[in-house]
C-alpha cells in the first residue's frame, strides 16, 4: 500500500468482514486505520459495543462521516 498514509473501512457487516478487515489492516499491515462508524452496520446490532472496543483494542480508530475532511486535511 504505497503512497497510502490511513485507510478507512465502513461496511455493512461491521462485526464481520469491515471489522475483522479493519483489525488486519491495523495490527498485520500497521496500518493507520479508522472505521467510519456511522457509515456501518453490524449484521447484529446488540453486539455493536463489543464490536467497536475490540476494534479499538486492536489499534482502529473510531470516526464519523462527518470527522473525514478534517483527518485527510492534515
Sequence with gaps: PQGFR??????IALD????K????????????TYLVEDT?????????AAI???LKANGVKI?????????IAD
Design 63 to 71: 470516526c464519523t462521516s462527518n470527522d473525514i475532511d478534517e483527518l
Design 40 to 48: 456501518s452496520l453490524a449484521i447484529a446490532e446488540q453486539n455493536r
Design 16 to 19: 464481520y468482514c469491515a471489522g
Design 21 to 32: 478487515t479493519a483489525i488486519d489492516a491495523a495490527n498485520k499491515l500497521g496500518l493507520e
Design 6 to 11: 490511513e485507510y478507512y473501512f465502513c461496511g
Design 52 to 54: 467497536i472496543d475490540d
